[in-house]
């Protein structure tokens, strides 16, 4: 069969041959302790579990209006307010099959073959994969070494293929964050050079150390030319449920919506009414699991940086850490390879998520705080043995 050629652009995502390799050993009796997953360990809440059961009873089980029900998006609009204190109108608003078909209709519906994305790198690997997929270019531009935002290095990228900016803070895979400093300065190039600003806010809900993420959106300056994404996936442990949402201009939304009538329709109705009591209903459980996240966070980051050599930055969002053991590792798969075999541990190897990301390993601490510190331990054996410090 020949597939079209776009495909050999396309590649399979970087962990999957990790997971195939761990599952059959897992067939094979033995235990793997899991820190390479992206998603919360935590069970969606009842209410909103009960919220998308009664909606089946009620026959709810039709298609919606394409950008999502009125009274979902007019909820979103009002979240988006309370984050950034920038009034949106339910036109600007498309929920969608989760916050990844957003990111791929919006970068469909904005750019042209040869234009130049800009990407922090490390990166999430679908922002480059999908860039390319549709004929733009991406340009991987390093993080500092904190994982902070380089503003020199952005500007230096800048050119006049230049299309968009995608930031994504807090960050996978580093866990760093993006200040309001430093978004200001992103939004200042954007109006001088006149680019789009793809801001990835998934994760807001999930910082630490009193860290608190900046809406894109709350630029005034920054409204006509951002696309904010976020979902449902990390705040209310709703991967599988498949919900995420853009916030843009209504000329973006709306071509948006054109990708997804013809694609997806829309998101799942009932999971729709799911999404509207999660963001009407009681809010505690965002911040129960952001506490428990805390904890693993700082006993990973402190077991981690016990390990002469490696070095890990304490990252203030998400649920990732980034270590460097580029003091024992060059070849990071080969090693994520080893310490599954040899020691039953699942990570993701660095070179997953492009340039910067060689020499890294990303480790999740959505997992039990027993298997967090019995896998750092593993870890620690197989990199002491290696030597090459
Ligand atoms: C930065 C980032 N954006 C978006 C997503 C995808 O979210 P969703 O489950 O809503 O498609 C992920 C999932 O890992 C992510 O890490």
Redesign the pocket.
């Known amino acids: 069969m020949r597939l079209a050629s776009r495909m050999s652009i396309l590649p399979p995502s970087g962990t999957i041959g990790m997971l195939e390799i761990a599952r059959r050993m897992e067939k094979e009796g033995k235990t793997i302790i899991h820190l390479e997953v992206?998603e919360p360990d935590f069970d969606t809440p009842s209410h909103i579990k009960t919220a998308a059961m009664r909606a089946l009873e009620e026959g709810f089980v039709k298609y919606t209006e394409s950008k999502g029900l009125p009274e979902l998006r007019s909820a979103i609009a009002s979240r988006v307010k309370e984050k950034s204190s920038c009034s949106v109108d339910v036109d600007e608003v498309i929920v969608t099959p989760?916050?990844?078909h957003a990111i791929f209709c919006a970068l469909l519906a904005l750019l042209e073959p040869g234009d130049e994305v800009v990407i922090t790198s490390p990166t999430?690997p679908t922002y480059k994969d999908i860039v390319r997929f549709t004929g733009g270019a991406p340009r991987e531009v390093p993080l500092s070494q904190d994982y902070s935002l380089d503003e020199e290095a952005i500007k230096e990228a800048i050119c006049e293929k230049t299309r968009m900016v995608i930031l994504?803070s807090p960050n996978?895979p580093t866990g760093g964050v993006i200040s309001r400093e430093e978004m200001k300065a992103v939004v200042d190039l954007a109006v001088d050079h006149g680019f789009y600003i793809m801001s990835?806010e998934?994760y807001d809900d999930l910082t630490y150390d009193g860290f608190k993420q900046t809406s894109i959106l709350s630029f005034e300056e920054a409204r006509d030319i951002s696309v904010l994404?976020h979902?449902f996936?990390k705040s209310y442990a709703m991967?599988g449920w498949r919900i995420?949402y853009a916030v843009a201009p209504r000329e973006v939304v709306n071509a948006m919506s054109k990708i997804q009538q013809n694609t997806t329709t829309c998101a799942a109705s009932f999971v729709q009414k799911a999404a509207l009591e999660a963001l009407r209903g009681p809010q505690d459980f965002i911040e129960e699991m952001r506490r428990e996240y805390d904890r693993r966070r700082r006993a990973l980051v402190k077991a981690l940086n016990e390990i002469d050599g490696v070095h890990c930055p304490t990252p203030k969002g998400a649920f990732y850490v980034f270590p460097d053991i580029s003091a024992y590792v060059k070849d990071s798969e080969t090693f994520v390879e080893r310490l599954l075999k040899e020691k039953g541990v699942c990570v993701t190897p660095g070179k997953a998520f492009g340039l910067g990301g060689e020499g890294h390993i990303r480790i999740s601490y959505a997992a039990s705080m027993e298997s967090i510190l019995e896998g750092v331990k593993r870890i620690r054996e197989l990199l002491l043995s290696m030597g090459g410090r």
């Open positions: 992206g989760g916050a990844k999430w994504n996978n990835d998934i994404i979902g996936s991967t995420g």
